[in-house]
């Protein structure tokens, strides 16, 4: 559970509710939002108010959900939870809105991959992370903003290329020119390039 900081959307009185039903503990939710027992169990008291009908059973130090208290539970723990994703992609977006995160597909050879790579330390504000190319994962990955751009030498699909959201240029071939001793200049240049590091 996350603490108060972070709440944009979500109310107090539907986070103190979640957080009791699922600790039914009153001191121990409380402490998890850096409150005082006594305010928190209040807290509570007032929604059951407002409400008109009490949704914790309590007896001695325990507190646990009644009927009414499960059912509303049921209903509002998938409300609480999208409001809670949102609230995360709001609070991270504004702690990455400095920083671009660059994936390089891990299939490019060891000499273009470092160079890839190295942008990272190049550019102030840039990240560059090594990653698996799969379309789904890749598509995953950019929408959640895990990734900003990936470079990669592979073709995607149709499918993908249709999806609005996302941008696809070609980027013109790399011109690699090899430098290799006279004493490989039997060899055939694929296996070289096979034996380079």
């Given at each position: 559970m996350r603490g108060g900081g972070m709440d944009i959307f979500i109310s107090k009185k539907m986070r103190n509710f979640i957080l009791l039903a699922q600790t039914n503990n009153i001191a121990r939710a409380a402490e998890k939002i850096h409150m005082t027992a006594s305010p928190f169990?209040?807290?509570?008291?007032?929604?059951?108010?407002?409400?008109?009908?009490?949704?914790?059973?309590?007896?001695?130090?325990?507190?646990?959900?009644?009927?009414?208290?499960?059912?509303?539970?049921?209903?509002?723990?998938?409300?609480?939870?999208?409001?809670?994703?949102?609230?995360?992609?709001?609070?991270?977006?504004?702690?990455?809105?400095?920083?671009?995160?660059?994936?390089?597909?891990?299939?490019?050879?060891?000499?273009?991959?470092?160079?890839?790579?190295s942008l990272g330390d190049k550019y102030e504000g840039v990240t560059a992370q090594p990653v698996e190319f799969s379309e789904n994962g890749v598509i995953d990955n950019l929408f959640d903003r895990q990734l900003d751009f990936i470079i990669s030498p592979q073709h995607v699909s149709a499918r993908v290329q249709e999806l609005e959201n996302l941008t696809i240029s070609e980027l013109p071939p790399l011109r690699l020119n090899f430098l290799v001793s006279r004493r490989y200049e039997e060899r055939q240049e694929q296996e070289l390039l096979q034996e380079l590091p």
């Open positions: 169990g209040k807290s509570i008291a007032a929604l059951e108010e407002q409400i008109g009908y009490t949704l914790f059973t309590r007896k001695d130090n325990n507190i646990s959900l009644n009927k009414a208290g499960q059912e509303l539970y049921q209903k509002l723990f998938p409300v609480y939870q999208r409001l809670s994703a949102i609230d995360n992609e709001i609070h991270n977006s504004g702690r990455r809105s400095r920083e671009i995160v660059i994936g390089i597909d891990n299939t490019y050879p060891t000499i273009i991959f470092d160079q890839l790579i």
